[in-house]
């Protein structure tokens, strides 16, 4: 049983560019959640995916979106970076009870 | 609109103590809390899961306490080593996502 991965570890953008991170869930888990953590705060919910739909979205911009693949891989798309949005993200993926985290993106906008 | 509150933010103990760290939440009608563990810059690890009808769960060293009722979880951590500094992290379900607490930052001196 393979757990969450995320792809890439690091990632250094500019700001106003677009920006996509990679999760691929564990195995037989058909839910991903994407977090935002910023320095010294817990993760912030940014939206959620079960079966390739949309299934809850937190207090995020329209210029963060996401996609579920029908493997249950999902990524997470950033439109028109802004310095603001340097955190580590986080990917989760869930089937009953608790969550099973990724170890993150650290994205970096300059 | 759940909450979570952790204290204290910050804890420094000598090796060997016990120690207790909290979590609150305001809304009791949870069927869960997870407590997570998180190494500087990375993802979160699952320590442990308790289940609404539960009131404890333990794993080695770490014990997890529930009261629904009072809104509260605690995680006791038995003679306390350097390896268990971390930041450690509660997160109770809301709707479709996990709300977390911002965190206790522990530090065990050898």
């Known amino acids: 049983e393979t757990g969450v991965t995320q792809s890439p570890t690091h990632l250094i953008k500019t700001r106003g560019q677009q920006v996509t991170l990679r999760c691929s869930s564990q195995?037989?888990?058909?839910?991903v959640s994407w977090y935002q953590q910023a320095l010294g705060q817990g993760p912030q919910f940014i939206f959620q995916?079960?079966?390739?739909?949309?299934?809850g979205r937190g207090n995020f911009p329209p210029r963060f979106s996401g996609l579920q693949f029908p493997n249950y891989s999902s990524e997470l798309n950033v439109n028109a970076l802004e310095l603001d949005d340097s955190a580590l993200y986080l990917c989760a993926s869930s089937s009953r009870g608790g969550y099973t985290f990724g170890s993150g993106t650290r994205l970096t906008v300059v | 609109k759940q909450e979570v509150t952790q204290i204290p933010a910050a804890l420094s103990v000598p090796e060997g103590e016990n120690l207790v760290l909290n979590c609150s939440f305001t809304?009791?009608?949870?069927?869960?809390l997870q407590w997570f563990r998180q190494d500087p810059g990375k993802g979160l690890t699952s320590l442990l899961l308790?289940?609404?009808?539960?009131r404890e769960q333990t794993s080695g060293r770490l014990n997890a306490s529930l009261d629904k009722s009072s809104g509260r979880s605690t995680l006791y951590i038995a003679a306390s080593q350097p390896g268990d500094s971390a930041t450690y992290l509660c997160a109770v379900p809301s709707n479709n996502d996990m709300r977390f607490g911002a965190g206790t930052r522990l530090t065990v001196k050898p």
């Open positions: 195995s037989g888990h058909n839910t």
């Open positions: 809304d009791s009608a949870i069927y869960n």
């Open positions: 995916y079960y079966r390739e739909e949309e299934n």
């Open positions: 308790i289940q609404s009808s539960q």
